[in-house]
């Protein structure tokens, strides 16, 4: 599955963005999708996840009560709605495909990966 990730931008603290992930290629179906992000000097690290077909979510603890992972399947597209956005939220973040229904939160578990947006928190 391919990946193309888009949303991210510049926002001040307290603000809000909507990251999207649209999947095309053999299938979306039955795939499990991430949010990583990777921070300048940093490595990259789990933000949240969603199973098939949307279930279950899990959030890095950082985010939680900020961000929401969601998933439209008509439209094979994943998103994460971010609130109240901190400098410290400043990375690249990347979306991520499983080869499984199921979520998981570390990067070996992914196989198809996004090319990243960037997402800059101005205080």
């Known amino acids: 599955v391919q990946l193309q990730a888009s949303g991210g931008g510049l926002v001040q603290a307290g603000g809000s963005l909507r990251l999207s992930c649209a999947a095309s290629g053999p299938t979306f179906s039955r795939n499990a999708m991430g949010w990583f992000r990777q921070a300048p000097g940093k490595e990259r690290e789990f933000v949240a996840v969603i199973s098939w077909p949307g279930s279950r979510t899990y959030y890095e603890n950082s985010v939680k009560g900020r961000f929401t992972i969601s998933r439209d399947n008509a439209k094979n597209t994943v998103y994460l709605h971010m609130n109240n956005l901190k400098p410290e939220d400043t990375a690249v973040y990347f979306c991520?495909?499983?080869?499984?229904?199921?979520?998981?939160?570390?990067?070996?578990?992914?196989?198809?990966w996004g090319q990243g947006t960037q997402v800059t928190v101005s205080s």
């Open positions: 991520a495909a499983r080869n499984s229904p199921y979520a998981a939160t570390t990067e070996p578990d992914f196989g198809s």
